[in-house]
Every structure is written in C-alpha cells, then in structure tokens.
C-alpha cells in the first residue's frame, strides 16, 4: 500500500531554533500534500495544503510565516517552524494523496508524525 | 462546534470482549466517511471508507456501518486483542471538497488481559 515518510519522528531543541521536518510519499506521486497538527487527547488540526510548485493554502489562525511550506516536488514537502517557541510544541503530521487515485473514496495516506518538544 | 462527534469519549474493554463506537456527523453535503485508527504516537491508518449508497463494510474485525439519513456511524469491534488499543477517529468529506476531512476526537480503546 502507498506509504508517506515522515523525518525525524522526535526533535527536541531549544526556544529560538528553526526545525525542518520532511514527509516523503514513497511509492507514489502526490501533487498535494497536507500538514496537521494534534495536540493531546484532540483531533488533527489542518495547518496548511502543500500544492507542488505553488504556494501553500493556510487555513485561517496559521501564520505562514511561521510555518513555512515548501513542495519542490511530487515526493517531498517540507514543513519548517521558524523561530520555535514552546508553544509550538506539539505532534506535526503530514498526509499525501496519490495523484493517480480517483477523484473520491480513496484514504489520504498519513505519515506517522513529528514529536516536536521545544524546550 | 466540531461537525464530527464522537462518543464514548474513552473505553476500556477485555480481551476478546466487543466494543462498538459511535459517530455523529453534520458534514454537508456528505461525500464519504472514513474510519482511522491511530496507535499512540503514530500517524492515522486507514480501516474503512465508505459512501452514501454504502451501509456497511469490514475489514477483518472492524466493522463500520453508516446510515447517511440519520447520518451516524459506527465502529464495531469483534474479538478484541490487546494490539486494538488505540484512538479510532472517524473522518468525514463533503462533495467538491473531498482533499477538506472534518476530524472527529476520536475514541480512546483501551484492551486490556
């Protein structure tokens, strides 16, 4: 089955750094791709839908400047926290969808998350 | 007000006992209904999707079954093993705005010997 890889699962670093986190559809092409956020005991929280080669949709309330969203291709978008404060700490977790799939019915394909822990 | 509702909030069940849980939903105009389950620390993984013309579907021990009119679902766990203790999340999409999935909390299943 599609499989979407997600690196590092764990960062842990200080208040004031950047982190960079990757998710990879591995077996198949996605030209959108969407990044969620899940903080304990709640649901996932769409951040922001990762269009290849143009520039991401932000759902209202994420700043983009502070998560920048970048898709270079159809395996790879990259999500990075600028500037990291602990409020930023949380579960980050992408999706892809399978550009051959059709159009309705078919599962986005999740990654298996980012602990981010801003100390 | 979340479109999607979950109940119970958490359960806890033996080994090899049934579960069955509920969703609620108010996503319009409906386009299909999804059922994730997500072990701790890990991303969502797909058991079932379903359609409005469908009623319900199975895949191994899980069971999902969806009434579009009153429009609820459930999960059905049969047998239940220790390596079912998770978070189930139903998910639901609206036509025209399938890649927009509308989160339910999600039911924490706890299995226990």
């Known amino acids: 089955g599609a499989v979407v890889s997600q690196h590092p699962s764990r960062v842990i670093c200080k208040s004031g750094t950047s982190v960079k986190i990757e998710c990879r559809s591995l077996?198949?092409?996605?030209?959108?791709m969407f990044w969620y956020r899940q903080f304990p005991k709640q649901s996932l929280m769409l951040m922001a839908t990762?269009?290849?080669?143009?520039?991401?949709?932000?759902e209202q309330g994420v700043e983009k400047d502070k998560f920048l969203i970048n898709h270079a291709s159809l395996t790879l978008s990259t999500l990075t926290v600028t500037s990291a404060h602990p409020e930023d700490s949380s579960f980050y977790i992408c999706?892809?969808?399978?550009?051959?799939?059709?159009?309705?019915?078919?599962?986005?394909?999740f990654g298996d998350g980012t602990r981010l822990s801003i100390l | 007000k979340n479109q999607v509702e979950q109940s119970p909030q958490s359960l806890i069940i033996l080994e090899g006992k049934n579960c069955t849980l509920q969703?609620?939903?108010?996503?319009?105009?409906?386009?299909?209904l999804r059922w994730y389950k997500q072990d701790t620390g890990r991303g969502p993984v797909s058991l079932t999707i379903?359609?409005?013309?469908?009623n319900t579907k199975s895949n191994g021990r899980y069971t999902a079954t969806l009434d579009a009119d009153t429009k609820q679902s459930s999960l059905h766990i049969t047998a239940s093993q220790l390596s079912d203790s998770a978070s189930y999340i139903c998910?639901?999409?609206?036509?025209?705005?399938?890649?927009?999935?509308?989160f339910g909390a999600g039911t924490t299943v706890t299995v226990r010997a």
């Open positions: 999706s892809a969808r399978d550009l051959t799939d059709s159009y309705s019915n078919q599962p986005q394909h």
């Open positions: 077996d198949f092409q996605a030209t959108t």
């Open positions: 990762s269009n290849e080669g143009s520039k991401a949709t932000y």
């Open positions: 969703c609620n939903y108010t996503v319009s105009p409906f386009s299909n």
């Open positions: 379903m359609t409005f013309s469908e």
């Open positions: 998910v639901v999409s609206a036509i025209r705005n399938d890649y927009k999935l509308s």
